[in-house]
């Protein structure tokens, strides 16, 4: 009986050790558009108006509806 709370304890030991290291563990810490969020949050505050191209895009030749920049204000708020 002993034996097998032992290995049982290993395993079960093994098993949240190994999820803790594990790449894909569904932890999520920020989001990847978080730091655009910010920097568009940025460019509404300074300039006072949202941008109708995109103008951290590679191509900012095409028309661009920016429809969360009251949030992104919010995010830069919050990060700066």
Known sequence: MKCINFLLFWCIFLLVLSSGFSKNSGIQYADM?????IKFGE????VEFPPENDIYSFLPTK??????????????????
Do not use: D, K, Q
């Open 63 to 80: 028309m661009w509806v920016n429809h969360e920049w009251a949030f992104e204000v919010l995010v830069y708020l919050i990060f700066s």
């Open 33 to 37: 558009n978080l730091w655009g969020h």
């Open 43 to 46: 460019h509404v505050l300074r």
